[in-house]
C-alpha cells in the first residue's frame, strides 16, 4: 500500500530532503557501484544494438551475476561477434566490472508508461518473483516485454 519512486533521499534535521539518486539506476558488483547509463551511452555506439537493459543479481552464495539483455536492431543478430565488440568496447571506455557475464537478445526491453526502463521489476523477475509480483502490469508501456523475464533462470 506505499508507493516507492526509486530515489534515495535523505531527510535532514530541519525537515528538508536530499536527493541522492535513483536506486534503479545502480549496478552493485562486487561492492563497485556502476551507473547504468555508463553502459547504455556505450551501447548506444552500436547500430545493431536498438535498445538494452542490464542488472546484477547477487547471486545466494554471494557471487554476483550481470547479463545484459539487447533488442536488436531490425536484420541483426546477437553473433559471438557482436558479443566480443560490446564487451571489448565496455572494457575500454568504462571498465572491466562494466561487462556483462553474459548477453541475451530478448524481443523488447520493458518500460513503465512515463518511459523509465523496468531494471528493479526486471530484476526481481530474474530472482524468481512473477512477473505479476513485481509491478503492476498497468503501469507497463509494454507488458509482454517484462513477461518475456520469465523465461530465464539463472
Known amino acids: 500500500g506505499v508507493w516507492w519512486h526509486g530515489d534515495f533521499i535523505t531527510v535532514t534535521s530541519r525537515g528538508t530532503i536530499i536527493i541522492s539518486g535513483r536506486s534503479d539506476a545502480t549496478l552493485n558488483r562486487d561492492g563497485v557501484r556502476i551507473g547504468t547509463a555508463e ?10 544494438v536498438a535498445d538494452s537493459l542490464i542488472v546484477c543479481l547477487e547471486k545466494k552464495d554471494g557471487s554476483f551475476f550481470m547479463p545484459l539483455f539487447v533488442k536488436l536492431a531490425e536484420g541483426n543478430e546477437l553473433t559471438n561477434q557482436l558479443q566480443k565488440e560490446i564487451k571489448l568496447k565496455l572494457r575500454n571506455e568504462c571498465s572491466p566490472r562494466h561487462v556483462p557475464d553474459a548477453i541475451y537478445a530478448v524481443q523488447d526491453i520493458p518500460y513503465t508508461i512515463s518511459g523509465k526502463k523496468m531494471e528493479i521489476p526486471v530484476k526481481r523477475i530474474l530472482l524468481g518473483y512473477a512477473a505479476s509480483k513485481t509491478t ?11 513477461l518475456e523475464f520469465e523465461q530465464f533462470e539463472f
Open 136 to 146: 503492476s502490469l498497468d503501469t507497463v508501456k509494454n507488458p509482454n516485454a517484462l
Open 39 to 48: 553502459i547504455y551511452s556505450v551501447l548506444d555506439s552500436f547500430n545493431a
